[in-house]
């Protein structure tokens, strides 16, 4: 009976080795550390796997499109305060949207080949399939 | 002084004596387990080696169960992070969520 107890345990700590090596093995600390502390840059350079120099150009990138961004925040709350026609709140959420579109491709341009393609990928249906249920609470660090 | 018993009224208790043990159905169990409690434990290398067909499964099983949960569970989790980061990162370019 203890033989069996034994060989019980033994093949737990087998089945628990296992788990650990795989576990550790397909893990990505780095992209999971950037959205536990919601930051994006982070996100980004580990995701994609970015040199110094593709961060920092991607960084200004955002940082350039950060104001252009602000303006079409700008532009839409303007609208939506003296009451615009819908069509015209439309009209400018078309404009960001399009805006959004390019500085994405901007970005997955300066990326190592085929992350941009993935970057795309993953960025752009959450364009498209924005459902408009509420304000961000996290801001893109820099 | 007493005298000593009769032969024959022996004999004839003898014949007429007959046993009636209550049955015990523990009786052999408890035999086997006597047995074995005094036989001198099996070494685990002997017992894994005397069960290697069964053992090495087994292993393997464990092995393979611990991969699988463990590849799972990291990619699960990996995947769900990416997925809000991704979110919030979109979000935060968004001019439109910014003014909801």
Same mark, same amino acid.
């Given at each position: 009976?203890?033989?069996?107890?034994?060989? @019980?345990?033994? @093949?737990?700590? =087998? =089945?628990?080795?296992?788990? #650990?090596?795989?576990?550790?093995?397909?893990? =990505?600390?780095?992209?999971? +550390?950037?959205?536990?502390? #919601?930051?994006?840059? =982070?996100? @980004? +350079?580990?995701?994609? +796997?970015?040199?110094?120099?593709q961060f920092a150009a991607i960084k200004q990138l955002h940082d350039n499109y950060s @104001?252009?961004?602000?303006q079409h925040c700008a532009a839409i709350m303007s609208a939506q305060r003296r009451h615009a026609p819908a069509a015209e709140v439309a009209a400018l959420e078309q404009t960001c949207v399009d805006a959004m579109t390019a500085h994405f491709r901007q970005v997955a341009a300066l990326m190592p080949p085929g992350q941009g393609e993935r970057y795309l990928a993953i960025v752009l249906p959450r364009v498209s399939h924005y459902t408009h249920e509420g304000a961000p609470t996290l801001q893109v660090k820099s | 002084?007493?005298?000593?018993?009769?032969?024959? &009224?022996? &004999?004839?208790?003898?014949? /007429?004596? $007959? /046993?009636?043990?209550?049955?015990?159905?523990? !009786?052999?169990?408890? /035999? !086997?387990?006597?047995? &074995?409690?005094?036989?001198?434990?099996?070494?685990? $290398?002997?017992?894994?080696?005397?069960?290697?067909?069964?053992?090495?499964?087994?292993?393997?099983?464990?092995?393979?169960?611990?991969?699988? /949960?463990?590849?799972?569970?990291?990619?699960?989790r990996v995947a769900a992070d990416r997925d809000a980061i991704a979110r919030e990162y979109v979000q935060a370019l968004d001019a439109r969520a910014m003014t909801r």
């Open positions: 009976m203890k033989n069996f107890w034994l060989t @019980l345990v033994v @093949l737990l700590a =087998a =089945a628990a080795t296992s788990f #650990g090596v795989f576990y550790v093995v397909n893990d =990505a600390p780095a992209i999971r +550390r950037a959205a536990r502390e #919601g930051d994006a840059m =982070a996100w @980004l +350079r580990a995701e994609f +796997r970015l040199d110094d120099a @104001l252009v961004c602000s | 002084m007493k005298p000593p018993p009769d032969p024959d &009224s022996l &004999s004839r208790l003898l014949a /007429v004596w $007959r /046993v009636a043990p209550r049955k015990d159905p523990q !009786f052999r169990p408890a /035999v !086997f387990a006597r047995l &074995s409690a005094a036989r001198p434990a099996l070494p685990w $290398r002997a017992y894994a080696r005397l069960h290697a067909a069964a053992l090495g499964g087994a292993l393997a099983v464990a092995l393979i169960a611990g991969a699988w /949960v463990g590849r799972d569970q990291a990619r699960t």
